[in-house]
């Protein structure tokens, strides 16, 4: 799943593979897929693309955003994203295929759900995107602590569980069930401890394991729970995960724990994130 260190590495990766190139065609819905969100009307997205050459790449929180002319393509969590080379044989199943005048092509296909948003630039309203593109992200000086503490000292957020001031109501955009795992892990609080009971020094080592957690999932290009643009691993080693259930906790040798919360799931070590 996309989040903020992957939106990162898949955005450099696009910019590098697909920059410079321009679009010969558009496929897209050729798989319904009940979950996949599109901008209008998909079968325009050729008339809309095709014969533009893309621009950049950038990360939106946990949005990957392609600049093509006047025009974006958005990606959102839930979708994978995979560069194929000019003889190699495209997925018999996407939700969007985007081919280059050189042979080359990008698939989009969602998983569970997703966004595949194709638009000119300017026109698409989304609560989400805004919020990503206005807000400063954890890897920007421009969330420093007076930030956070704007954020976690806020009424509304105090009877909420570490969890669900994390990432919820998109205060953090790019920062989903994914990452706040370790972040959590990293700073010794358990994702059900509510805000209002987190001391001073809780709640400044969970700003710090913020940034520096997020900061060495993305210089390590993404989870090694999530595939980049070539279908590799991330090269980060998730401390709590589906990989690591079960296993002894590295610091205290406690068990690493995974629980149903929030519609979701929660990992924590009994050990080191005691309630």
């Not at 068990?255 to 050990?271: A, N």
Request: with cysteine; proline share 4%.
């Amino acid at each position: 799943m996309i989040e903020l260190p992957e939106a990162e590495n898949l955005s450099r990766q696009l910019t590098e593979t697909v920059g410079g190139k321009r679009i010969a065609g558009v496929v897209a819905g050729l798989s319904p897929h009940k979950f996949a969100w599109y901008h209008d009307n998909p079968k325009d997205y050729d008339a809309l693309l095709r014969g533009k050459t893309v621009d950049t790449a950038a990360a939106r929180g946990g949005m990957v955003e392609v600049s093509i002319g006047d025009a974006v393509a958005l990606f959102s969590d839930g979708t994978a994203l995979r560069f194929h080379t000019r003889d190699e044989q495209r997925p018999k199943k996407h939700q969007l295929l985007i081919e280059f005048d050189d042979g080359t092509a990008i698939s989009a296909s969602v998983q569970m759900y997703g966004g595949l948003w194709c638009f000119k630039e300017g026109e698409f309203d989304n609560a989400y995107y805004d919020a990503a593109r206005n807000k400063p992200s954890p890897l920007s000086d421009e969330f420093d602590k007076a930030y956070f503490d704007n954020l976690i000292t806020s009424d509304e957020v105090q009877k909420l569980s570490a969890k669900a001031f994390l990432a919820t109501e998109q205060r953090i955009p790019g920062l989903g069930n994914g990452v706040l795992q370790d972040i959590l892990y990293n700073a010794r609080i358990h994702p059900k401890r509510t805000i209002t009971t987190l001391t001073d020094d809780e709640t400044k080592a969970l700003f710090h394991s913020v940034k520096s957690t997020l900061e060495e999932m993305t210089a390590q290009r993404g989870r090694d729970t999530t595939s980049d643009l070539f279908g590799r691993p991330g090269g980060y080693a998730t401390r709590l995960s589906q990989n690591t259930i079960d296993k002894p906790c590295a610091v205290c040798s406690g068990t690493i724990i995974k629980q149903s919360y929030m519609g979701g799931s929660i990992y924590f070590c009994d050990g080191c994130q005691r309630m």
